[in-house]
């Protein structure tokens, strides 16, 4: 299934020159990891805070894109800079998962949004990269097929944060909004364990 995904090594292309400038400085892999972890959590406290007013939203999608270039970065140092490591890959998956539940949770403070809708758009999410990864345990790859991939939820959260921002009346369709998601997230779980079924082992 098509996902924002596949456009990640256009967006590697254009992050390498600052990339190559962060080590020379001596920035590491998992410090980034980190970095963006604390910083997802922050906003993600800060506008459940004050989630009546409507602009904080405006927070998710700046720092959703900037997120995503982090994660890019974290990524390309790790690989083009051997700083692979076993600790590496737990930070990597362990931090996308709070990072997401941190930045997704605030939409359940919104007057008449359910909280179990929202929360098991975050436990689905959960589940869907957790059927990613299990693709390693069966000599297949990571696997990061859509159609809700974690760029693809950033995308769409950052776009609901971006209406709520504009005044847009968005809140009412909210919880059908995450019920959409919802769905879509048991998909990609369903798309993820059926590619990773069939991608031939490693020999």
């Not at 922050?42 to 004050?50: E, H, M, P, S, T």
Request: glycine share 10%; hydrophobic share 55%; with cysteine.
């Amino acid at each position: 299934m098509p996902s924002i995904y596949d456009l990640k090594p256009r967006f590697q292309n254009l992050l390498r020159p600052g990339v190559t400038r962060l080590h020379a400085r001596g920035v590491t892999a998992n410090q980034v990891t980190l970095f963006a972890c604390a910083i997802s959590i922050l906003v993600g406290v800060v506008v459940a805070i004050f989630a009546e007013h409507r602009a904080v939203f405006a927070l998710l999608p700046l720092w959703m894109l900037l997120r995503m270039g982090l994660n890019a970065v974290d990524g390309m140092l790790a690989r083009e800079f051997g700083q692979q490591s076993r600790l590496g890959a737990y930070l990597n998956e362990i931090t996308d998962l709070v990072a997401d539940a941190a930045l997704y949770l605030p939409f359940a403070c919104l007057a008449g949004v359910s909280g179990a809708a929202v929360g098991a758009v975050v436990l689905l999410a959960w589940l869907s990269e957790y059927a990613g990864v299990l693709g390693l345990m069966v000599g297949a790859s990571r696997r990061y097929d859509g159609p809700m991939g974690k760029s693809d939820r950033a995308f769409v959260f950052g776009l609901l944060g971006f209406l709520l921002a504009l005044g847009v009346p968005v809140a009412p369709w909210l919880t059908s909004i995450m019920a959409v998601l919802a769905a879509l997230l048991v998909y990609t779980t369903y798309n993820r364990v059926k590619r990773g079924l069939a991608e031939q082992p490693a020999s």
